[in-house]
Nanobody, 123 residues
Framework: VQLQASGGGLVQAGGSLRLSCAASGRTYGNNGMGWFRQAPGNEREFVSAISWSGRNTNYADSVKGRFTISRDNAKNTVYLQMNSLEPGDTAIYYC?????????????????WGQGTQVTVSS
């Protein structure tokens, strides 16, 4: 079982990036999936989550209106479209598979984690 996150990089403030997280080894069509991030010196924090069906989503207040989560169960992949990026968004972004079917916001509800992808936003 493996989660491979990609799409990170260096972008100027106001720019956009699209993160992808592909799962291999098994399918996660019945599980919620989420994105978290961790900046140096900070704890890992919730960014966004999506239910198994894609019908329910949750966002951290800091990214509402700028980030959009989606998933393609046929491809076993979850995406995070990030627009209007700010220097405060700089962090390593991790994708994760929830233990249940919902768009959970707590790290404790996630059992499988990817390796992370670096996002750096310059001012």
């Amino acid at each position: 079982v493996q989660l491979q996150a990609s799409g990170g990089g260096l972008v100027q403030a106001g720019g956009s990036l699209r993160l992808s997280c592909a799962a291999s080894g098994r399918t996660y069509g019945n599980n919620g999936m989420g994105w978290f991030r961790q900046a140096p010196g900070n704890e890992r924090e919730f960014v966004s989550a999506i239910s198994w069906s894609g019908r329910n989503t949750n966002y951290a207040d800091s990214v509402k209106g700028r980030f959009t989560i989606s998933r393609d169960n046929a491809k076993n992949t979850v995406y995070l479209q990030m627009n209007s990026l700010e220097p405060g968004d700089t962090a390593i972004y991790y994708c994760a598979v929830a233990r249940g079917a919902y768009a959970s916001v707590s790290t404790a509800q996630y059992g499988v984690w990817g390796q992370g992808t670096q996002v750096t936003v310059s001012s």
